[in-house]
């Protein structure tokens, strides 16, 4: 039995029920989730854990009608803005993926392509769902950057390679949230980047968020990651969910050993005290 | 832990310089990814190297795994000079050291079953009849956790944490003297990062294996390295047991490291202290 977490207030932005996938290859078959059910409200921050294998990355995949249709049977319901996403064909996902749902992954160099510029490359983003002129396209891409903290005119004119990570990143948000979504289906996000990326890369969620209403579904294996941002935690394993709650109330005093592990409950725990001295330091 | 007087690895004044020669220019860009580094690895231990992103410590890997030539310095195993060695005298050498990717994904050949990947470098190496190298190869699968029904299956068809194990376990056939893990447990859940350490820990217990683990992550190497040597910007600037270096970090960006260390505790209490539910 699941605690209903949603607070009454919060307006519903996505509802997933019974969600179910196999994957067919003809001679076997292979259940990757077995009916799940979960909610994300309007600028509410998710957070999905599990081990590999346990269905985050099918459940994102769903969720953006990304899974391979000769493979994947699909079940299940998922209401979005009050239509049912797995009820699309090809042409009517086109008008969901990129610009009312999006995605970042943990790579931003798979993202983007090293010889156009970043602020085009978040223009063309905007061209292929907006069908403004190149001008309009390029200004609403110079404010996305902006957005996502990439001010500065030389952002905009920056090919991937000449800059750090941590702004290749942004620049991959930038193309995320240019058609202003109201979810964000983030995979790893801070994989990649260093620890000071990291925290502006969270914070820069934590401030969209709290600007835009922007509702985020977090995968992240990171548990610093989850403690900092996720308003609650779902936790799936083999392709059932186990439990959610808020993330410090899993790590306190989840009965399960598993989901404890998960999110580093298990780990030795260092006292503030032991930190103390490098951080008086500073 | 054995008490060798030689370490088994010895590296000194290690440097890598990369130079950006641009067309059409006098001026060429030249990087010092790596300057000065000494490192000495006593056998059976675990050496973790931690820093920035950017601070060198995967050209040391890469370099000490002789995938990369350094500028200047030289790497002394089992007595000699790797970096003065042909490439024949060298091949033999090889199979000694071996290192661990972040992405299993990318290092397995997905053609290939796990099985055959894990037989592959004895293969390679041209160890052993091919019935003596499946022998091997199945061996070292049922020591890493891996089902024995899933041999003929392919990379794709595992999990990213049975991946990494079909990685490590293709490093452990060739019985290697030291294994550098460079990242290989970031890309990982906590859950198996936990498994994979314990049983890293078991095989070197029972193997007499030596680790070089490379990490962002102070926080996982603090549990599991003898001692953790901090890189920044291609030096080592501090090098200290993992107590020490939290109770006493000497350097700057070791300050930076362990002050960047939030404990999810300490996370947790902060939002609650801010009020942000």
């Not at chain 2, 030596?210 to 001692?227: G, K, M, P, Q």
């Amino acid at each position: 039995m699941r605690a209903a977490v949603l607070p009454v207030s919060m307006e519903l932005l996505l509802k997933v029920r019974e969600l179910a996938v196999e994957f067919c290859d003809g001679t076997t078959s292979y259940s990757a989730l077995h009916g799940i059910d979960f909610e994300v409200g309007r600028g509410e921050i998710v957070g999905l854990m599990g081990e590999s294998g346990s269905g985050k990355s099918t459940t994102a995949l769903s969720l953006l009608g990304l899974l391979p249709s000769d493979s994947a049977r699909t079940s299940g319901s998922v209401i979005f803005r009050g239509r049912d996403l797995l009820l699309l064909n090809e042409r009517a996902w086109r008008n969901v993926r990129g610009s009312q749902i999006s995605l970042v992954f943990q790579e931003p160099e798979i993202a983007l392509s090293p010889v156009m510029r970043a602020g085009d490359q978040v223009a063309e983003v905007i061209r292929a769902h907006r069908n403004c002129g190149w001008q309009r396209c390029r200004d609403e891409a110079v404010a996305a950057l902006a957005r996502v903290g990439l001010k500065d005119d030389r952002f905009f004119h920056s090919y991937p390679h000449q800059l750090s990570g941590g702004q290749r990143q942004r620049v991959v948000l930038a193309q995320a949230l240019a058609c202003e979504p109201a979810l964000l289906l983030a995979d790893e996000p801070t994989a990649s980047l260093d620890a000071r990326s990291q925290a502006e890369f969270l914070e820069l969620l934590r401030q969209l968020r709290a600007e835009t209403g922007l509702a985020v579904l977090l995968i992240s294996h990171s548990a610093e990651v989850q403690a900092s941002l996720a308003d609650r935690v779902v936790i799936l394993k083999e392709g059932r969910i186990l439990e959610e709650g808020t993330f410090e109330a899993l790590y306190e005093a989840s009965a399960h050993a598993y989901t404890r592990k998960l999110l580093g409950a298990t780990r030795t725990r260092i006292s503030a005290a032991e930190l103390g001295s490098a951080a008086q330091k500073l | 832990m054995s008490q060798h007087p030689e370490p088994l690895i010895e590296v000194r004044n290690l440097s890598k310089q990369y130079v950006h020669r641009r067309a059409l220019s006098r001026a060429n860009t030249v990087v010092d990814a790596m300057v000065d580094v000494g490192l000495k690895i006593a056998r059976g231990s675990t050496v973790a190297i931690v820093g920035a992103s950017g601070s060198g410590k995967s050209t040391l890997a890469r370099c000490i795994a002789l995938l990369e030539r350094p500028t200047r310095g030289e790497i002394i195993f089992g007595g000699r000079n790797l970096l003065q060695l042909s490439r024949r005298e060298l091949f033999p050498i090889r199979r000694r050291i071996q290192l661990i990717f972040q992405d299993p994904t990318s290092a397995l050949d997905p053609r290939l079953s796990a099985v055959e990947l894990i037989a592959e470098p004895l293969l390679i190496q041209r160890i052993a009849t091919s019935e003596e190298r499946l022998a091997k190869a199945r061996e070292a699968m049922e020591r890493l956790g891996l089902p024995a029904a899933s041999e003929s299956k392919h990379p794709l068809e595992f999990s990213g944490g049975q991946r990494q194990r079909i990685a490590i376990a293709r490093a452990l056939v060739l019985e290697p003297a030291l294994l550098i893990l460079d990242e290989a447990l970031s890309s990982l859940d906590l859950a198996n990062q936990e498994s994979i350490l314990s049983l890293l820990v078991e095989l070197q217990r029972a193997y007499g294996l030596t680790y070089l683990h490379i990490s962002h992550d102070l926080r996982s190497v603090s549990e599991f390295a003898d001692e953790i040597a901090v890189m920044h910007a291609g030096r080592i600037v501090e090098q200290k047991r993992a107590v020490e270096l939290f109770a006493n970090a000497e350097h700057a960006s070791t300050q930076e490291l362990v002050a960047a260390l939030r404990t999810v505790e300490a996370i947790c209490t902060d939002r609650r202290t801010r009020g942000l539910a």
